[in-house]
């Protein structure tokens, strides 16, 4: 009996992108579902690649970090309600902040090994629309009445509800293991690197100067759809500068001596969706599509932030990609010198400083300032949690694009939970 032959690895093409504007929370998205912004973002995706006739698409692969039990079947509910074939399988995909891009990965991993031939991944989150639980006190008097087998019990069990119980328990910004907000673990690792205030101004301000330049110069016009009256990111500030950022007080860290993470150095709640198509090259010379750039190779890492190095800064909250690059970097045979342009999700303006700071104490060459986040980031677009991943890799591929060939191009998001999800991306 004969050995089959594995499959020989294709390149995955990533053909472009799709967003809605992202949105503060409780503004212009305030009572816009999960599902809607997903929907007007693939809506979007398919009517600007023509992808409505049936079979076109492979599979969609989306998620969302802040889900209400209707978002059951997320992505396939998307799907259903949307201008893509009805016939489209669809699965949800969660890891925190890293969710995007890890649809991606996902979605590309199938195109690789020939098991698909175009499939379309990101994810939507909204901070407007969180969802509320049910009090656990009360949880638990309601299923003792459902339990119960008697009208009598039923009443006796419903009896017990004091008024205490109908307080909701609203969604924290808290890791469950330690009990601290994300910024607040992120104004640990600040000092533990000792990051300073007009370091993180000064990222801030650029990303947002960055990102209205790449607005003015029409580089969104192919990736944004407007969505409720909105056409640009509502976060942009185009007058930052340096010194108004230094006016603001600070938010995170208080606590401790000198804090200096502050509003404006540090991503709002946002509201948003994002998308990336994806295909063999096969499938997109078929249609004369053009790829942007190719995903060439991806990395996660996880770091133990409630028991490890957290006071030094190694094992910080979203320290993981400090881990994961280099990993990444070997296996491909590169260094931070073979990159033309580098993408690092910014959460906060001194979770990417301390990034840059642990790759080169790892041994990686500095980055050079004019090649990170050259469109602008997080900081200035907003960060709808499982969105980001697939905004940058439409960001990035594009970019990539704009240079010509040959171009390579580094990812690097950070996420709740001690997690980190890393990428390459190239054009040839």
């Known amino acids: 009996m004969s050995t089959p032959k594995p499959a020989a690895v294709r390149r995955v093409a990533v053909i472009g992108g799709s967003r809605v504007p992202f949105a503060r929370s409780d503004g212009p998205y305030a009572t816009a579902s999960n599902q809607e912004m997903l929907t007007a973002a693939l809506d979007g995706l398919v009517e600007r690649y023509g992808l409505q006739a049936p079979g076109t698409i492979g599979e969609f692969v989306a998620g969302a970090v802040l889900k209400h039990s209707r978002d059951f ?26 969710t995007g891009l890890q649809a991606v990965i996902a979605a590309a991993n199938k195109i690789a090994l020939g098991q698909t031939e175009a499939a379309i991944a990101g994810g939507a ?23 119960a087998k008697t009208l009598g019990g039923r009443l006796k069990a419903l009896a017990k509800v004091r008024p205490g119980h109908l307080v909701p328990d609203i969604p924290r910004n808290a890791e469950p293991r330690t009990g601290l907000s994300m910024g607040e673990h992120a104004a640990v690792t600040a000092r533990a690197w000792g990051i ?117 800064g190694e094992d910080g909250l979203l320290m993981a990609p ?11 045979g590169l260094g931070m010198a073979d990159f033309d342009l580098v993408e690092v999700h910014e959460a906060f303006a001194s979770q990417v400083l301390a990034t840059l700071a642990a790759w080169e104490k790892r041994g990686l060459a500095p980055v050079d ?60």
């Not at 079947?73 to 925190?96: C, F, K, M, W």
């Not at 009090?135 to 459902?146: F, G, P, Q």
């Not at 986040?373 to 990539?400: D, M």
């Open 322 to 332: 400090a881990h994961a690059v280099p990993r990444m970097l070997e296996r491909a």
């Open 196 to 312: 300073t205030r007009e370091a993180q101004d000064e990222l801030a301000a650029a990303s947002h100067r960055r990102l209205a330049a790449a607005y003015e110069r029409g580089f969104f016009q192919d990736l944004v759809v407007p969505f409720r009256g909105l056409a640009r990111d509502q976060n942009l500030r185009p007058g930052s500068t340096v010194g108004k950022l230094a006016a603001l007080k600070p938010v995170f860290g208080l606590d401790g001596p000198g804090p200096t993470m502050t509003a404006g150095n540090s991503t709002p709640l946002t509201d948003g969706a994002a998308l990336v198509l994806l295909a063999s090259e096969e499938w997109a010379a078929e249609r004369g599509l053009e790829p942007l750039a190719y995903l060439t190779a991806y990395e996660t890492a996880a770091v133990d932030f409630v028991h490890g190095d957290v006071a030094d």
């Open 73 to 98: 079947n997320l992505a396939r509910e998307t799907v259903l309600g949307s201008a893509l074939d009805a016939r489209t399988p669809a699965y949800d995909i969660q890891q925190a902040c890293g």
């Open 369 to 428: 300032r004019s090649r990170l986040n050259v469109a602008g980031s997080s900081l200035a677009t907003g960060h709808p949690f499982a969105a980001t991943g697939a905004r940058i890799v439409a960001t990035l591929a594009k970019l990539l694009a704009e240079r010509g060939a040959p171009a390579r191009g580094l990812i690097s998001i950070c996420a709740a939970g001690g997690q980190g999800v890393t990428a390459i991306l190239e054009r040839t």
């Open 125 to 147: 989150d909204t901070a407007s629309d969180a969802p509320l639980g049910v009090n656990d006190d009360l949880r638990k008097v309601l299923l003792e009445a459902r339990r």
